[in-house]
């Protein structure tokens, strides 16, 4: 399956806002509205952060957000914290195969 | 605490067979989906396929479909990911995880969402 496209990498300074992206098509992200992101530190498991493109998980914090406009989907961090210096990965419904489809991921940098 | 635990890191030679395996605990086994998700070295994550424990329905990505066997047993809350003779190009990290919310998105298919996750079991084929 093709991989939802999101930026390589992004990077910002303590207290700023952030934005990435995951792009896909009208077979996926375009015609519903189910995306959610993952956050996976160094050799850790990828933990759920927010899912049907805007619902928080359980325990995360609300600096985290999801939104959606066309075939794109977006998770905007807030306040950003050395603690988010992770990689972070979006999925969506896709009606080409019968699981789903991840992006190719997304590296944060907090400078 | 609901968790799910995988079994150790793998090192097999590549036409041998291998079965990894993921325990569910803090929660009914047989009535949320397991899935299994690959990860390559510096790559990203990718879909292997998940299973049902309650009746052992399964779906598969396409990319996997015919080279790997998802399967699952309700009596010791285990599900299990196995290859009949591995190759090279499987060595990767495998994930298991509970997936917490199912959504019906269109006639017979599922969104899935992942909400608790195996630590990961490294599997390494030499050729």
């Known amino acids: 399956q093709s991989a939802l496209t999101q930026p390589a990498s992004v990077s910002g300074s303590p207290g700023q806002s952030i934005t990435i992206s995951c792009t896909g098509t009208?077979?996926?992200?375009?015609?519903?509205?189910?995306v959610s992101w993952y956050q996976q530190h160094p050799g850790k498991a990828p933990k759920l952060l927010i899912y049907?493109?805007?619902n928080r998980h359980s325990g995360v914090s609300n600096r985290f957000s999801g939104s959606k406009s066309g075939n794109t989907a977006s998770l905007t961090i807030a306040g950003l914290q050395a603690e988010d210096e992770a990689d972070y990965y979006c999925a969506s419904y896709t009606n080409a195969n019968t699981v789903g489809v991840f992006g190719g991921g997304t590296r944060v940098t907090v400078l | 605490e609901v968790q799910v635990v995988q079994s150790g890191a793998e090192v097999k030679k590549a036409g041998e067979s291998l079965k990894i395996s993921c325990e569910g605990s803090g929660y009914t086994f047989s009535k949320y989906w397991i899935a299994w998700v690959r990860q390559t070295p510096g790559k990203g994550l990718e879909w292997v396929g998940v299973?049902?424990?309650?009746?052992?329905?399964?779906r598969y990505s396409p990319s996997f479909q015919g080279l790997v066997t998802i399967s699952a047993a309700k009596s010791t809350s285990t599900a299990y990911l196995q290859w009949s003779s591995l190759k090279a190009t499987d060595s990767a990290i495998y994930y298991c995880a509970r997936v917490g919310v199912v959504v019906p998105a269109a006639v017979n298919s599922y969104y899935y969402v992942m909400d608790v996750w195996g630590q990961g079991t490294t599997v390494t084929v030499s050729s």
């Open positions: 049907e493109v805007f």
């Open positions: 009208s077979s996926d992200i375009g015609d519903y509205t189910y």
């Open positions: 299973i049902y424990p309650g009746d052992s329905e399964t």
